[in-house]
């Protein structure tokens, strides 16, 4: 029985240590995930998701807390007894559901300003997406504009694209190193789509004018 409870402790000091490493306050030996924006099929997300990171973090604690469950005895084998005993170690389960408790909570905690560093683009650049800057760009082309108003909407895309593109490509934060290339470039490439489709009417409107 006494070899039963050292191997419980034993496991328990690894899933605290385990938890420890996620501590809010000492983060000296926190883990750092590489994290990114992407920009895929007209959609910005964060990738991989919290939820993912969440999961893959307490998976882990799962294989620790079933680790040492097989242990034989040493005394059968020195008496010669064929008997086979079991050490029993299983952790309790209010500690494995208080670890796991704190290790969703330091995660939600430290994804925090990552996924708020992606609200900053949702926030400011969704209309380039969301149909707003395409519905912008269709009533600008029905209606009678100038050479200079168009040079000057066109201007307009290009210069956003030029603002996107000097944005940090790599934000880092106390768990998170988020890599933000792809989406400043998906981005940056949808404002110079409307550009050229504003482009390609004045090329044409110019042509025409000059058949005339």
């Known amino acids: 029985m006494t070899y039963g409870i050292t191997v419980r402790d034993l496991l328990q000091e690894t899933v605290e240590t385990y938890v420890r490493l996620f501590d809010l306050i000492d983060v000296q030996f926190l883990p750092v995930f590489k994290m990114q924006l992407t920009f895929d099929d007209e959609k910005m997300d964060f990738y991989p998701s919290c939820q993912d990171v969440e999961e893959v973090v307490l998976f882990i604690l799962t294989p620790i807390s079933k680790t040492l469950q097989n242990i034989q005895t040493v005394q059968p084998w020195l008496s010669g007894s064929n008997t086979v005993q079991i050490i029993e170690a299983k952790l309790p389960d209010y500690i494995f559901d208080s670890a796991a408790l704190k290790l969703k909570e330091a995660v939600s905690h430290n994804l925090h300003q990552p996924f708020r560093h992606f ?6 650049f969704s209309w ?35 603002d996107i593109m000097g ?46």
């Open 167 to 212: 944005l940090p490509t790599r934000a880092y934060f106390t768990m998170v190193h988020l890599d933000c290339d792809d989406l400043k470039q998906g981005l940056a490439d949808k404002a110079k789509s409307f550009a050229n489709i504003l482009l390609d009417r004045l090329v044409t409107n110019h042509r025409l004018e000059n058949e005339e």
């Open 119 to 124: 609200q900053t683009y949702v926030e400011s």
């Open 128 to 162: 380039l997406v969301d149909g707003s800057a395409a519905e912008k760009v269709e009533t600008f082309l029905s209606e009678e504009h100038s050479f200079d108003e168009y040079t000057e909407f066109i201007e307009q895309f290009h210069t956003l694209a030029r």
